[in-house]
């Protein structure tokens, strides 16, 4: 019989222990395998090995309208991957286009749509870098500047200690495919100690579980270098992951490439004047003023004098230590860094990284971070200025505003110019300044540099060559060692150069009188109504009359033939008053030069007197002349129009000129300089006080009178009576001004400036209308005809001279306004440098404006997954004159070399066979001075303002350019040189420009260099 006995017990179930113990089992494997994996990273290899290899790029002809460009994060913005977006519209308005650009694959596209960074080896040093246009580099700028060119260049103790801060084992040999992006050991005491932080249990700092590779991506890539949240360190890792496994699973090699990469890039603050500093190399120069090379070789060897070599480590120690909070502790005056520091070095040997003598002299020094730049490398604005014009120009381009900015962009620009010829020119133009230079090239003579000091005289040099494609510009140099490009960058008074302007609005008056009438039939002609004063038209009917078959060249070289006085006795009304001018040689003043012939000789008055046809062609002549109703007959409306143009003109005139005078005196002070302007006597006195104050009381006002005049002021009774004689009668205000025997709008400003004491100028225009009407009224009556006609005649003027500066600014000329007066022919409207360059350009490709290329070809972001390479796209020109004009104008430039005032260049340039060239151009010399003139035109005083040279010139038919000589300010009345030294520079210049234009070797030349 079977049964339970009492004793017997139950016995657990087999599969309950079976089922435990496979659990514990598999615990204990997968615990096993995931120490091992957290170890030897065996899947994470494999796992992101896969996903970066798929990200790669290649570079392909056209554009991507589709790439992926980033949009934030330091290192982006820095060296403008950010910005490329925006900078492709910019270039492609200013006639680039994108010739090849990245084309990225499918994987890369993958990781940056997930948020997380681009994969790619990315660069620690980038910069502007500047090339000629044999891909020779005119300027590199790499920043950081400092770098170690590879891991092994580190010194060891560097690299000791940056890992016991950081990263300890991130170098660990044992784990070939360790994944640097996470340091678990690091990552668990970090999570350990926020876990009893939150719980309120203790916990100890707030210890970073940050690796290098991590910290490389945030300092690069993140918002503002900084981890924000979770997703950023998420971010951060799995990029790191990424980065470290892109070219295998094995990692040692990425492992000492992130070592290098944080010390050649780690952010270290800022120093005002000098900027960001990143890197070690850059941090020791910026913070401690220490040199790379010397600090490496101490910290290399052991056997170096250890006082030395103790602070060159304990320097780039505090910037290792400082590099998480570089501002507060960099900046810190306290010795908080010094102390922190100091903590690291104990730490250091106790862990036996550092010998025990180097700790003890360590901790004995003490550091002292810098607290502004350090003086930096002397730059030379002479060697540079071609390279800055550049930067200039790219800046532009570009929308950037500060050429510090722009240096740090990864961006290759190839340029046109010829670097071995501007190194060439701009050796040459530093020798103008050794006297036995200046004899040996025959600069010593009069007219030269016979009188000043050579030292004080600026000079520069500017080079362009005609292609197909472009003009392109070979050469810009000067010996001015400042930012300033004489070139482009100054207002000078450049003399007879004008008259190049001159006879080339000369020539257009020409062409458009053979364009008017050349095909009319002879008895059309001869009903055409004409003027007495109108020469051109009258000329030109007269010759078309006789040769109806004249062709424009032909009608143009007749013109050329066309006589004009250099009589210098006339006076002429121009500029609103009456002006003598002269001759720069008398034995000039008894001729009649055809055009040609002043234009070879630098006529001085032959010229004026063309200007003085020109005017006339452009105030009545012209078909759209503005002053043509008045030609006629007596158009009353276009007097009144112009009467209302003249008095609106010397309203605003006057109204601008009491505003300078009065804008900086105080309120109180006005009514005195007011009283100190007017006639010291008790009649206008008193009108221009109660003109101003009518509301004032008889006390006041006597109180002024005697102050302005003392016992002049008079009685008390007569005071009272010229009171009560303003008080009781309602004077207009041109009345006002003509009782205080002032101008009107004087009076009138310094009311409203009573009242208004903020006011502007742009408030006081608006405001004036009525006073500026009522100040003019006069003109505008019956009986003064012939005032109105003489304003008429200034106004007229002033019409055709903004049609002429229209003309010059079509043909480059680089100012909104001429001077309306005749004297513009001969220099006294301001000029530029490279305007006439330009000028002549035109000449050179006949009559068409053709763009000036300076840059002709953009590598943005090289050998990067957003390459990106921009061409200069050819760009038809503008015709902006007659091809016959050029043709005959440059013939006309020819005879002044040949024959004129640049001749002693004749015969000095050859072709590669040694055949001369063909050479013109035009001389001007502008002796600027501020001048005092007398009611009879004659000049009263004259200050000098500076003295200036220029020849524009021609070589061949592909080169022209610019030579001038410039001496600011009033030393240059110690100087007499004339036009003639720059063409004596441009011959002294043959040897080195040799190469660029003949394509022969360059020769030293008589005075050697």
């Not at 678990?184 to 707030?206: I, K, P, S, Y």
């Not at 040692?252 to 490439?257: E, G, I, K, L």
């Not at 010996?479 to 006879?503: C, E, M, V, Y």
């Amino acid at each position: 019989m079977s049964g339970n006995t009492p004793n017997d017990k139950p016995r657990p179930s087999r599969w309950k222990l079976y089922l435990s113990l496979t659990f514990l089992a598999m615990v204990g494997v997968a615990g096993t395998a995931a120490w091992i994996e957290l170890q030897e990273s065996n899947f994470q290899a494999e796992y992101f090995h896969q996903q970066a290899r798929a990200s790669t790029w290649k570079l392909e002809p056209g554009e991507d309208a589709g790439i992926w460009l980033p949009s934030s994060g330091p290192y982006e913005q820095r060296l403008g991957y950010a910005q490329l977006r925006g900078f492709l519209p910019r270039m492609a308005a200013a006639g680039f286009g994108v010739t090849a650009q990245a084309r990225q694959s499918a994987g890369f596209r993958d990781i940056v749509n997930q948020g997380f960074f681009p994969i790619y080896r990315e660069k620690s040093q980038a910069g502007l870098s500047i090339l000629d246009r044999h891909n020779q580099a005119l300027y590199d700028s790499r920043y950081p500047r400092l770098q170690y060119a590879s891991f092994e260049a580190i010194p060891p103790v560097l690299v000791e200690a940056l890992l016991f801060i950081e990263n300890r084992d991130l170098l660990d040999p044992r784990h070939p495919k360790l994944n640097p992006a996470v340091d678990w050991g690091r990552l668990a005491r970090v999570a350990a100690g926020e876990a009893l932080r939150r719980a309120h249990l203790g916990g100890g700092g707030r210890a970073g579980g940050s690796t290098l590779a991590t910290q490389i991506e945030k300092f690069r890539h993140s918002p503002g270098g900084r981890t924000h949240d979770t997703d950023d360190k998420f971010h951060q890792m799995m990029s790191a992951a990424l980065r470290a496994y892109q070219d295998g699973e094995e990692t040692q090699p990425a492992r000492r490439r992130i070592v290098l990469d944080f010390v050649n890039s780690v952010p270290l603050g800022g120093i005002p004047g000098y900027g960001e500093v990143n890197g070690l190399g850059d941090g020791l120069w910026a913070w401690y003023g220490r040199d790379f090379a010397t600090v490496n070789q101490l910290l290399a060897d052991p056997a170096a004098n250890l006082g030395e070599r103790a602070l060159a480590f304990k320097q780039a120690l505090s910037l290792f230590v400082a590099q998480r909070r570089p501002s507060g502790l960099l900046g810190d005056t306290t010795g908080r860094l010094n102390a922190l520091t100091d903590s690291y070095i104990r730490l250091l040997s106790e862990d036996h990284l550092i010998p025990a003598d180097l700790r003890e002299a360590a901790l004995k020094t003490t550091i002292h971070p810098a607290r502004q730049a350090r003086p930096g490398e002397e730059v030379s604005f002479v060697e540079r200025k071609a390279v800055n014009d550049i930067r200039g120009t790219l800046s532009e381009l570009l929308g950037v505003e500060n050429l510090y900015a722009l240096d740090r962009y990864d961006l290759t620009v190839h340029t046109t110019l010829d670097g071995p010829s501007q190194q060439a020119v701009t050796r040459v133009l530093n020798r103008l300044a050794d006297p036995a230079f200046l004899a040996c090239a025959g600069l010593k003579e009069s007219r030269l540099l016979a009188k000043g000091d050579p030292k004080q005289v600026n000079y520069s040099l500017t080079l362009y060559e005609r292609t197909p494609d472009a003009n392109v510009l070979r050469i810009q140099a000067d010996n001015l060692d400042q930012p300033l490009d004489i070139n482009a960058g100054t207002k000078l008074d450049l003399g007879s150069s004008a008259k190049f302007r001159t006879l080339v609005s000369y020539l257009l008056v020409v062409a458009d009188l053979h364009q008017r009438y050349a095909s009319m039939p002879a008895d059309e002609l001869a009903k055409v109504k004409r003027h007495p004063a109108d020469r051109l038209s009258n000329w030109a009917i007269d010759l078309l009359r006789t040769k109806p078959e004249t062709t424009l060249e032909e009608l143009l070289e007749a013109a050329m033939e066309r006589r004009y006085s250099a009589d210098p006795n006339d006076t002429f009304f121009t500029g609103g008053g009456i002006h003598r001018f002269g001759n720069f040689k008398h034995e000039d003043d008894a001729k009649n030069p055809s055009v040609a012939e002043a234009l070879e000789q630098s006529v001085n008055l032959s010229f004026v007197r063309i200007m003085h046809d020109v005017v006339h062609y452009h105030a009545y002549e012209a078909a759209d002349a503005p002053a043509r109703g008045l030609r006629d007959k007596d158009d009353e409306d276009t007097r009144q129009a112009f009467l209302n143009r003249f008095a609106e003109r010397e309203g605003l005139g006057f109204l601008r000129t009491y505003w300078h005078k009065y804008r900086d005196v105080a309120p109180e002070d006005r009514l005195e300089v007011l009283g100190d302007s007017v006639p010291a006597r008790p009649g206008p006195q008193a009108a221009a006080y109660l003109s101003v104050l009518p509301k004032s009381d008889f006390s006041s006002f006597a109180a002024f009178m005697r102050k302005q005049l003392g016992d002049k002021a008079g009685t008390e009774a007569g005071l009272r009576k010229l009171f009560d004689a303003h008080a009781t009668r309602q004077y207009s205000l041109a009345d006002q001004g003509y009782l205080a025997r002032i101008h009107p709008l004087e009076l009138w400003l310094v009311r409203h400036l009573q009242s208004q004491p903020q006011a502007t100028l742009k408030d006081i225009v608006p405001a004036s209308v009525e006073a500026r009407r009522d100040a003019s009224k006069w003109l505008f009556a019956p009986r003064f005809k012939h005032a109105q006609q003489v304003r008429i005649n200034i106004v007229v003027e002033v019409a055709a001279f903004e049609r002429i500066a229209e003309e010059w600014r079509r043909l480059g000329y680089p100012f909104e306004h001429l001077v309306p007066s005749l004297a513009t022919s001969i220099g006294s409207s301001a000029d530029r440098p490279a305007a006439l360059a330009e000028l002549m350009g035109i000449v050179v490709n006949d009559g068409i404006r053709r763009p000036t290329v300076r840059i002709d070809e953009l590598r943005f972001a090289a050998d990067t997954p957003f390459e990106t390479r921009l061409d200069h796209q050819p760009k038809a020109g503008e015709r902006v004159m007659p091809a016959e004009v050029a043709q005959v104008t440059r013939r006309a430039l020819l005879r002044v070399v040949d024959s004129g005032t640049a001749r002693r260049i004749k015969g000095t340039y050859q072709d590669h066979e040694e055949k001369p060239l063909a050479v013109g151009g035009k001389t001007g010399t502008g002796d600027h001075r501020s001048k005092v003139i007398g009611a009879d035109g004659g000049v009263r005083s004259a200050k000098v303002m500076n003295r200036a040279a220029t020849f524009a010139f021609y070589i061949g038919d592909r080169f022209y350019g610019v030579v001038t000589a410039f001496v600011p300010g009033s030393k240059a009345a110690a100087y007499d040189f004339t036009s003639a030294l720059p063409v004596q520079i441009l011959k002294t210049m043959e040897p080195a420009l040799r190469p660029l234009i003949a394509d022969r070797p360059a020769a030293e030349g008589k005075c050697g260099g």
